[in-house]
């Protein structure tokens, strides 16, 4: 069996406070810059760890929401968001330039993230804000609108599928409303994971099995089993000649 390195990422910096134990388990991580959570001492803090441990540093930007964590779509103006979005960036960028850091990536968070992904007008507002980071790579999902306007504006990307989330057979995220949402048991999370890296497909809760590519697997930090995931995966993984980048 031919042996396959991929990415593991994390959404961190979140204020659940396990970037410690994280941190050393993965390959990059995700940042939030104050949007959904966080601010600059957070921010600060987990460059520090993630460096310390080698793990390529993105910034986690989302809707100005902390109230609902980033995760319902809020009524904003176009320039409203664009102005949140680039303030994120900058905070965190000069942050992390302070560290002597370097930016990997962005990866949108939560309602933003799965918006752009299929409503084409938000998707091109989220580029236009980012415009000036368009040499840095953006994290997002196969086949989506994101990932069809990245591709004809000419940005870098890479990819992403979700380990500890079912899908719907849009390739959609399950929403977080419904129970089988998010997968907690480390067991279920390593055969959905080897699934998507081996096959290129994932198992839909349909009962269907789909095509997907992705060149980085997300297990989010706040989901309760995130530790005993990541714990798993390391042991597990190299036995199905898969390996975790550093």
Known sequence: MKKIIVDINCDVGEGVGNEIDLLPLISSCNIACGGHAGDKKSMADVIRLAMNNQVKIGAHPSYPDKENFGRVVMNISSRELILSLNEQLSIFVKILEQQKGVLNHIKPHGALYNKIAEDENLANLFLDAIENYKNIPIYLPYQSQIHELAIKRGFKFHLEAFADRNYTSSLKLVSRSLENAVIHEPKLVLQHLVKMIR??????????????????????GDTPTALQILMYLSQELPKNQIEISK
């Open 199 to 220: 096959e290129e497909a994932v198992d839909t809760i349909e009962g269907l099995s789909r095509k997907i590519k992705a060149h980085t697997f997300c297990v989010h």
